[in-house]
């Protein structure tokens, strides 16, 4: 296993990069996926949240959003880039197109999925107390769903993440991809100090946005048992798969 | 790297053995789409690939199922086992592929070898299928089991009878699920063998981007995922008779 001591010994001591005196290389490459990664999720966020929370406050487009989400875990993430790289180059700019265009569809899906899911007879008792539509999305609909919403935030958050190093593959520079792929320079030890360093950040992210998940839910609708754990983003999966079906725990808490 | 061989030797080549002297100068403008590529390299690269494919697929969600659908059924039984079992593969699914892959490279006995793809990849469909399965069996209405109880049926034999049957659709759909993403993830594991539509994928990369084998691949692995979506469907269809009456 000494593999692994030695990789290890690589996150603890990496030397720095040329051009970056202030940075060692495993920071450096982890601060650039952490970057490209947020860039990618504002940009997806700002696209995808105010489409799929309108359309599931109208009631319209399910053909269209629920698809989006079907037809996005079929995607190969990799074919998607590498098709990308060869239509538009390799590019900071063309790597973030594809990272959007793969996180776009959960986000749509579950932000549709969740308006779309609120219980109606609560949704016609905020309308007889003289609430105005926008007020409805805002106050009743929108914090029901906040569970069903982040889900698809986070889901698209690893995927994005995960995505980053894949990008690798197609040539793009700018993430901790670069030193897995790179085993020549890098030696075994540093690939799996970057492999280490990735799976940690994708997990902190997990857990950080599980934390603000629970912080914008309020606090009647948070379970009981609290922590993490209960609230996966597998939890729209499920929902957007067999509609109906499956009701997701804080609607029946309701 | 057939496209590449063909290209460079293309003029060396008598005109004659080639037929049409613009054979290749679609491969060679690298246009976007070269059918006369694709009918030549369907047998040779394509088809095996798209079968090792569904090979690396079948494998890894025949595990996973087998694995997380007992695991399911003991979390069912034994309340305590759910939390351990999520926490583990939580972590699972949360690690990128590329760095999971490497990972488990590194651990020794594992290597450059099916294994290890297939370790990876059943490790991904753990937790949906879980999750499905354990949701789907709890979702039994309380008044259905105890009929079946009163009936002087078993634990097990409820399980097997009625729980199972009516947990079938909430199953299916985990299992779909696993399939289309493990159909996507699958390419990734051309890294680790030289097996599935990965490997058309890094060879058009690694040679100067060849755009048709990358869409030829690209397409095939979504046109997969969708078939086997489709059938799964249909399984569903076929073994839960009792709801299309309705």
Redesign the interface.
């Known amino acids: 296993m000494h593999v692994f001591i030695d990789a290890f010994r690589f996150i603890a001591r990496n030397g720095q990069i040329p051009g970056q005196p202030h940075l060692t290389t495993l920071s450096y490459y982890s601060l650039e996926t952490a970057k490209i990664a947020a860039y990618a999720m504002a940009i997806s966020i700002a696209i995808a949240l105010p489409i799929g929370l309108w359309l599931g406050h109208i009631h319209r487009g399910s053909f269209v959003a629920i698809n989006a989400g079907n037809v996005w875990r079929a995607l190969p993430s990799l074919a998607v880039l590498a098709i990308g790289v060869a239509f538009l180059g390799l590019g900071v700019a063309n790597v973030l197109l594809a990272l959007v265009v793969l996180a776009v569809p959960p986000i749509l899906t579950n932000a549709y999925v969740g308006i779309d899911q609120v219980d109606p007879t609560v949704v016609d008792a905020a309308r007889g107390q003289g609430l105005t539509g926008w007020q409805v999305l805002r106050e009743v609909e929108l914090p029901l769903a906040v569970p069903l919403v982040m889900a698809g935030v986070r889901t698209a958050a690893l995927f994005v993440i995960s995505t980053t190093t894949i990008a690798a593959l197609t040539g793009y520079a700018g993430s901790l991809g670069e030193i897995i792929n790179d085993e020549a320079t890098y030696h075994l030890s540093g690939v799996l100090g970057a492999a280490i360093c990735i799976a940690a950040l994708a997990l902190a992210v997990e857990v950080l946005l599980a934390g603000v998940q629970r912080a914008l839910t309020p606090a009647p609708l948070r379970s009981r048992r609290g922590g993490v754990i209960e609230t996966l983003p597998v939890g729209w999966i499920a929902a957007a798969a067999a509609p109906g079906r499956l009701t997701h725990k804080g609607q029946e808490e309701t | 790297m057939n496209h590449v061989l063909l290209a460079s030797a293309a003029p060396i080549i008598p005109k004659s053995l080639l037929g049409n002297p613009d054979s290749y100068a679609c491969e060679r403008a690298n246009r976007l789409f070269c059918w006369g590529w694709l009918s030549r390299n369907w047998g040779s690269v394509l088809w095996p690939a798209l079968r090792q494919h569904v090979v690396i697929t079948l494998i890894a969600v025949g595990l996973g199922f087998a694995i997380a659908s007992s695991l399911a059924v003991l979390a069912h039984r034994y309340r305590r086992v759910e939390?351990p079992v999520?926490?583990v593969t939580?972590?699972f699914?949360?690690?990128?592929?590329?760095?999971?892959f490497?990972?488990l490279v590194?651990v020794?006995g594992f290597g450059l070898s099916l294994t290890t793809a297939e370790t990876a990849l059943v490790s991904y469909t753990l937790?949906?299928i879980f999750?499905?399965t354990l949701?789907?069996l709890r979702?039994v209405p309380a008044d259905v089991r105890e009929a079946a109880a009163g009936m002087g049926m078993s634990r097990w034999q409820v399980l097997a009878r009625v729980e199972l049957p009516l947990a079938l659709?909430?199953i299916i759909?985990?299992v779909?699920?696993a399939t289309?993403?493990t159909?996507?993830?699958a390419?990734?594991a051309a890294?680790i063998v030289n097996e599935g539509?990965?490997v058309p994928?890094?060879t058009?990369?690694s040679e100067s981007?060849f755009?048709t084998e990358?869409?030829a691949?690209?397409v095939l692995?979504?046109a997969l995922?969708?078939a086997a979506?489709a059938l799964l469907v249909g399984l569903q269809r076929l073994m839960t008779p009792w709801a299309r009456a309705t």
Do not use: F, H, M, W
């Open positions: 939390q999520v926490v939580t972590i699914y949360t690690i990128p592929a590329l760095a999971l490497e990972i590194a020794p937790l949906i999750r499905n949701t789907g979702e659709p909430a759909a985990g779909r699920i289309v993403s159909i996507a993830l390419t990734i890294l539509l990965g994928i890094l058009a990369i981007t755009k990358l869409i691949a690209g692995a979504v995922a969708v979506d």
